[in-house]
């Protein structure tokens, strides 16, 4: 039973879940936006949940047991406060719990400040991002002064995450990150004889020494959005006179497809410049999934990655821009089938004991209830 001091719950508290892109216009769907669909969507399996964004016009829709709403806004620019209309305003109080993806905004400190009038419970989890903010501007002032550290709990993605918020004085919980079992399906794999990157063609995300670290034989398929026209090209450049595909338009189908068909997943990140404020990959979802669809991994020791790999078990953890390693891994487990089955099958049970959407959203529900309590 959910209680509040001065707000009644029912044994199934209304959740709304912020996704850290959170105008529906002209979104970029990445890692962090498909943490908080999938964790909403299997969240709404338990109680009722509402994904929530913002755009000019209003709609809502669902998906399976999930709502999808978009409030209305009266325009997009958040310079000075978030532009939410009287009829959103509204709307969010018919909440109980509202569970924010990303932080400082202009849109979490409105939401925080409104839920400490309405005696609602804000959770806070960190997937990357963030931007100005009144939180920001008074962080300078004093380090201290921030509206989000009046959220009443942090949800954060891993112990790395976690790191960030040793001062922070609320209660805090691990969720980690799941996988839809049925989606990625280890029993359909099929390799072919590829190594495989997944994720945005930006950077940080190291697909360009990635392309540089393997020979011209080794056959490597880039499945990602391009954001940065000038590392497009870089990318292309680097893999000319190389075996390497560029797959722009996956939808979810063909990222199955991608997967079940690759002998070995790389999530190569790299860090930032000061590893002490690094969020280059504070969950790698790619990882899992790939573990999921019973496929060895080989990361970098970048950030929360090597936490997900048992290492020479599931695969393996190499040194950011360490090529030589790199190389010599993918080629081990390109060109040693039996191997690269054996880890994968060793991931997927890692997956199944850990890693489940499931078990993410009970850490999710009892943290909600310790909130309450």
């Known amino acids: 039973m959910f209680r509040g001091t001065q707000r009644q719950f029912g044994s199934e508290p209304k959740v709304l879940i912020v996704p850290p892109s959170y105008f529906a216009s002209d979104r970029i769907i990445?890692?962090?936006?498909?943490?908080?669909?999938?964790?909403?969507?299997?969240?709404?399996?338990?109680?009722?949940?509402?994904?929530c964004l913002f755009d000019r016009k209003p709609s809502r829709s669902t998906a399976g047991r999930l709502t999808l709403k978009t409030l209305g806004v009266k325009h997009f620019d958040e310079r000075r406060a978030f532009p939410i209309t009287a009829q959103s305003w509204r709307a969010l109080?018919?909440?109980?719990?509202?569970?924010?993806?990303?932080?400082?905004?202009p849109l979490t400190d409105l939401l925080i400040l409104s839920a400490l009038i309405r005696k609602q419970k804000v959770v806070l989890t960190d997937v990357g991002g963030g931007g100005p903010c009144w939180s920001t501007y008074l962080q300078k002032l004093n380090r201290r002064a921030n509206v989000n550290r009046l959220a009443?709990?942090?949800?954060?993605?891993?112990?790395?995450?976690?790191?960030?918020?040793?001062?922070?004085?609320?209660?805090?919980?691990?969720?980690?990150?799941g996988v839809n079992l049925r989606e990625?399906?280890?029993?359909?794999?099929?390799?072919?004889?590829?190594?495989?990157?997944?994720?945005?063609?930006?950077?940080?995300?190291?697909?360009?020494?990635?392309?540089?670290?393997?020979?011209?034989?080794?056959?490597?398929?880039?499945?990602?959005?391009?954001?940065?026209?000038?590392?497009?090209?870089?990318?292309?450049?680097a893999a000319a006179g190389k075996r390497v595909r560029f797959i722009l338009d996956a939808d979810d189908a063909e990222l199955k497809r991608q997967y079940l068909g690759a002998s070995v997943v790389l999530q190569p990140s790299l860090p930032f410049d000061d590893p002490e404020i690094s969020k280059s990959e504070l969950l790698g979802l790619?990882?899992?999934?790939?573990?999921?669809?019973?496929?060895?991994?080989?990361?970098?020791?970048?950030?929360?990655?090597?936490?997900?790999?048992?290492?020479?078990?599931?695969?393996?953890?190499?040194?950011?821009?360490?090529?030589?390693?790199?190389?010599?891994?993918?080629?081990?487990?390109?060109?040693?089938?039996?191997l690269s089955q054996t880890m994968g099958r060793a991931g997927r049970r890692l997956v199944e004991d850990k890693f489940t959407w499931s078990s993410v959203v009970q850490r999710g529900l009892d943290f909600y209830c310790q909130l309450y309590s």
């Not at 990445?30 to 109680?47: I, K, Q, S």
């Not at 109080?93 to 905004?105: A, G, K, L, Q």
């Open 30 to 51: 990445g890692g962090g936006e498909r943490y908080a669909f999938e964790y909403a969507g299997a969240l709404a399996e338990r109680t009722p949940t509402t994904f």
């Open 93 to 105: 109080s018919e909440y109980d719990v509202i569970h924010i993806m990303v932080f400082p905004t």
């Open 152 to 177: 009443h709990g942090l949800a954060l993605l891993s112990k790395h995450s976690a790191t960030f918020f040793t001062d922070w004085s609320q209660p805090q919980t691990v969720l980690y990150g």
């Open 184 to 237: 990625f399906n280890a029993m359909e794999s099929t390799s072919k004889g590829y190594a495989l990157f997944v994720g945005r063609l930006l950077p940080h995300k190291g697909a360009l020494p990635l392309i540089q670290a393997l020979s011209p034989e080794t056959p490597l398929h880039i499945v990602g959005r391009p954001y940065d026209e000038h590392y497009l090209h870089e990318l292309h450049e």
């Open 286 to 338: 790619v990882t899992l999934e790939a573990m999921a669809c019973g496929k060895p991994v080989i990361v970098t020791r970048t950030d929360s990655l090597p936490d997900l790999v048992v290492e020479g078990k599931t695969g393996f953890a190499v040194e950011p821009y360490d090529l030589a390693a790199l190389r010599s891994h993918v080629e081990l487990l390109i060109n040693n089938p039996s």
